[in-house]
Every structure is written in structure tokens, then in C-alpha cells.
């Protein structure tokens, strides 16, 4: 089937915008996470939904940060206020929790945020 | 809380040649996983390799093996007959099963195969 989408594929802002990055997970899969990555970085966990317990939200930078899941599918990423240390590419990932705590993370192909 | 170290910022290899890339972790932790991603510039992570911590036994995929030492907490990736397509971004991951499963991430080695 289909695997992760995400979009837009890249998006442009000024300073001061609130943005949307919307995910697409790959259906069926119960867990959904999204990581930041910045230039030169590795990836930085924000925030984690599973099922309808309620989200793990230790990761997200700062209050200007919030996230959606509706229906236990597609998540939006909203960052309001931008701030150019916001740039970076914002990468979603879902997955399927199994028995025994196995599970492989399987990733969009991101969203690069530019904030001039 | 756990970390993840990737010494090496940048490796090259000769086509169809052997290439290591290393990884060292940090943790109190006796149950994780340990993983290696691929990112090639499309930016898409691929997972390359898993291996669960209680299992002695080195994961292997195909070209693809690695030498995990977990008393030491290591976790090197061996790349073997390497293809131009192995070219990429490789990212060592560590999630702690009890943990709420977020990866923590080091920060990357950049593999380049030369003809």
C-alpha cells in the first residue's frame, strides 16, 4: 500500500506566520510521530500519538508548537508565530505497535520549512 | 536520558568495498532496539537494519551487518560490496521499549562511494 505522506513538500513563510504541515500515515497504523530535523542534525523527537490515549508531547520546543491527530489518522503540525530558528525539515513517521514492543518506524519524505 | 554519538561526520568508500560506520549509545537501560536509517537526498528515512538488545546474535540484511556490542554499547554498521546507490545520510537510532517509543537519533554520517 501507499506509504507516509506529507505535505506540502516544501513551504516558504515570513516571520511571524503560523504554519500547517499535514501527515498522511500509512493506513491501519496505530502510532504516529513527528521528528524535526535542522541542517546538519540529526532528528529531534517533537511529539507522539498512539491510538486514543493522549499524546506524548515532551519533545515540541515551545508553546508556539501544537499537533493534531483527528480520527486516528491524518495529524497536522501547527506552528504558530514562526521564528526563523524554526527552519528546518519536519518529518512524520507511523507505525504499527506489535507484541513484545516490536515496531519499525516508517517515514514521509518531510516537509523543509524555510522561515525568512 | 539516553544519547546517541556518530563520530564520524563524513566516510568514503571504494565501490564494491567494505565500510564500517560507528555508533555509540548511552543508557541505564537493559530492554531497547537499536536501529540504522538510510537517508538519501530525497530526504525519505529508510530503515537499513534492526537489532532487539536481548538478542546476542548480529542482525544481518542482506549487504548489511552489524557488530553490536552491548556491553560496550556499540552498534556499528558494515557495509559490504558497496553500490553507488549506498550513497546517503545514515542515522544510528535507540528506542527504549518502555519509553513511549520516540527514536533518539545521533547525528548523522554522510557515506560517499567512489568508482
Known amino acids: 500500500g501507499a506509504g507516509v505522506s506529507q505535505s506540502p513538500s516544501n513551504k516558504v513563510t515570513e516571520k511571524g506566520k503560523d504554519v500547517e504541515l499535514r501527515c498522511d500515515p500509512i493506513?491501519?497504523?496505530?502510532?504516529l510521530y513527528w521528528y524535526r530535523q535542522s541542517l546538519g542534525q540529526g532528528l529531534e523527537f517533537l511529539i507522539y500519538f498512539q491510538g486514543n490515549s493522549a499524546p506524548d508531547k515532551s519533545g515540541l520546543p515551545s508553546d508556539r508548537f501544537s499537533a493534531e491527530r483527528t480520527g486516528g489518522s491524518v495529524s497536522t503540525l501547527t506552528i504558530q508565530r514562526t521564528q526563523q530558528e524554526d527552519s528546518a525539515v519536519y518529518l512524520c513517521?507511523?507505525?504499527?505497535?506489535?507484541?513484545?514492543?516490536?515496531?519499525?518506524?516508517?517515514f514521509g519524505p518531510g516537509t523543509r520549512l524555510l522561515v525568512l | 536520558a539516553q544519547t546517541v554519538t556518530q563520530s564520524q561526520p563524513e566516510m568514503s568508500v571504494q565501490e564494491a568495498e567494505t565500510v564500517t560506520l560507528s555508533c555509540t549509545y548511552d543508557?541505564?537501560?537493559?530492554?531497547?532496539?537499536l536501529f540504522w536509517y538510510k537517508q538519501p537526498p530525497s530526504r525519505q528515512m529508510i530503515l537499513v537494519i534492526r537489532q532487539e538488545a536481548y538478542k546476542q546474535q548480529n542482525a544481518t540484511e542482506n549487504r548489511f551487518s552489524v557488530n553490536f556490542q552491548k556491553a560496550a554499547k556499540s552498534f556499528s554498521l558494515k557495509i559490504s560490496d558497496s553500490q553507488l546507490g549506498d550513497a546517503a545520510m545514515y542515522f544510528c537510532?535507540?528506542?527504549?521499549?518502555?519509553?513511549?517509543?520516540?527514536?533518539?537519533f545521533g547525528t548523522g554520517t554522510q557515506l560517499k562511494v567512489e568508482l
Open positions: 537510532a535507540y528506542r527504549f521499549t518502555g519509553g513511549g517509543n520516540k527514536l533518539t
Open positions: 513517521a507511523s507505525s504499527l505497535l506489535l507484541a513484545g514492543g516490536q515496531e519499525t518506524q516508517y
Open positions: 493506513s491501519g497504523h496505530t502510532a
Open positions: 543508557t541505564s537501560e537493559s530492554d531497547y532496539y
